[in-house]
């Protein structure tokens, strides 16, 4: 049995869901379809979820909306016109909506969640209609109506474990089931929606509770790269990875997965095959638990900009007992959270993203570790990219550190900072955000193009 998610891509038109469709179809294991809202028809398109945001926060500011309500419905009947199926559905997506919009704005959060979550609501609506309209035997099962149960955290929703039980009993049901992403409720009866890219959650969540064979991802690409096509031209695509490489990719820019999206699909065991809609018999990408270490030590290479580090020198700062959890409980006290903690004898760097601060938190950050943990220099750099070369051969492969850094001193590239994960998984480089494309390019170049001495 098969649990199939398809993101906005695969969804944003007629001609779309028509492809869905005839995927779904030819294939009797799968069984539970989770859906996104319509996504973008063409590269200046606008998502659904971001038009329910602006309907929700003109809303929420008591502001005229009917323009963008109407574009919103629009885009629905837009899609039931193509399909030539009853405009009832449209009617019920737009009372849907209405009554929504017309709810307790008391509390404002709530009140987005449960707007946002309507996009791939009334989209999952919809395409049931459009499978039962084609002579499919199909249903709409509402995340309510299965018990996806979820904590009470708005926009950052976490599934509770009660609700894999309770998603077990969806194999009972007959036909398709057709499943809105997203979001799920909390015990009170609230709509709660997860993080980004959730519903590729809401399809590891249904994949785990239902306890399939194999879930499979669709997006619009054949597979996942071994680096950013905008970066690279033509690269490598990636035939299989194991859990640890994607998250490691994801968490570093790989933008197929969001890097918490597939954790419930993990702890089941269950393998995940990222495919494409609009070439479905490509065999695409498969995500697993082990694989066989077979194509050299590096099967990825991702980048992330927005950076910044705190680098902090004391003298003897390896005796001092308590001088890291001081550090941090600083920058606690600020509210930051901090990515990695690269550190020296004597010395030790703070990697966070610089969003969190202005000038002003900086200043007292820095007062504050000169006086209390009195430092001998602090330093600030902002403007970091970093780099993060992964995959599971670079446990059993020496050297690979050392061609890592002489491939991007020959391309120019000053590391500013470097940092191996106690896993083995992956490496990290700091450099400056002018210089992320050519080391990228330069890395990729070492160990995907170059042959090895």
Known sequence: MKVVKFGGSSLASGEQLKKVLEIVVS???????VVSAPGKRYSDDIKVTDLLIECAEKHLASEPADDVFDAIIERYASIARELEISSDIVETISKDLKNLLEGDKSKPESFLDAVKASGEDNNAKLIAAYFQHSGVDAQYVSPKEAGLLVSDE????????????????LRERSGIIVFPGFFGY??????LTFSRSGSDITGSILANGMKADLYENFTDVD?????????VKNPKEIKELTYREMRELSYAGFSVFHDEALIPAFRAGIPVNVKNTNNPTAPGTRIVNERANTNGPVIGIASDKGFCSIYVSKYLMNREIGFGRKLLQILEDYGLTYEHVPSGIDDVTVILRQNQMDKEIEEKITDRIMTELQADEVIIEHNLALIMVVGEGMRHNVGTTARASKALANAGVNIEMINQGSSEVSMMFGVKEPQENRAVQALYNEFFVAVPV
């Not at 294939?27 to 379809?33: C, F, I, S």
């Not at 708005?154 to 009993?169: C, D, F, I, T």
């Not at 909390?186 to 709509?191: A, D, M, N, T």
């Open 223 to 231: 597979a996942v790269y071994s680096v950013n096509p905008t970066i």
């Open 27 to 33: 294939d009797p294991e799968r069984k539970a379809v």
């Open 154 to 169: 708005p926009g950052n929703a976490q599934v509770l474990p009660e609700s894999y039980e309770n998603l077990y009993k």
């Open 186 to 191: 909390s015990k009170s009866g609230e709509v």
